[in-house]
């Protein structure tokens, strides 16, 4: 079995930093993709930014240039390293990860999220 766990999400001013992690534990094979995505009050959960194995990156068009997905493959943990942050960065992060478990079985898993909020 695979967990994700989300850590990092806290209460900053615009323009402030954040840096969120999201470590996967338990019987991992490998891990291919993961990626973060948010969901702000009434509005769809939507892609922030996704990293490959490889570190292949591609971000949302809303946070280029302000926020920077990365891993560590030896420790089964990705970042998301945000910076210039506004207000309508104000969301639920959510980690996702997808792997295998075994040669041969597969897993797309969801952490629980961490809450960032952005005050003006």
């Known amino acids: 079995q695979v967990q994700l766990v989300e850590s990092g999400g806290d209460l900053v001013q615009a323009g402030g930093s954040l840096r969120l992690s999201c470590a996967a534990s338990?019987?991992?094979?490998?891990?291919?993709?993961m990626a973060w995505y948010r969901q702000a009050p009434g509005k769809q959960r939507e892609l922030v930014a996704t990293?490959?194995?490889?570190?292949?990156?591609n971000y949302a068009d809303s946070v280029k240039g302000r926020f920077t997905i990365s891993r560590d493959n030896a420790k089964n943990t990705a970042y998301l390293q945000m910076n210039s942050l506004k207000p309508e960065d104000t969301a639920v992060y959510y980690c996702?990860?997808?792997?295998?478990?075994?040669?041969?079985?597969?897993?797309?898993?969801w952490g629980p999220g961490t809450q960032v909020t952005v005050s003006s």
């Open positions: 990293i490959t194995s490889g570190g292949s990156t």
């Open positions: 996702n990860a997808r792997g295998f478990t075994s040669a041969t079985r597969g897993f797309d898993l």
């Open positions: 338990g019987s991992i094979f490998s891990i291919n993709a």
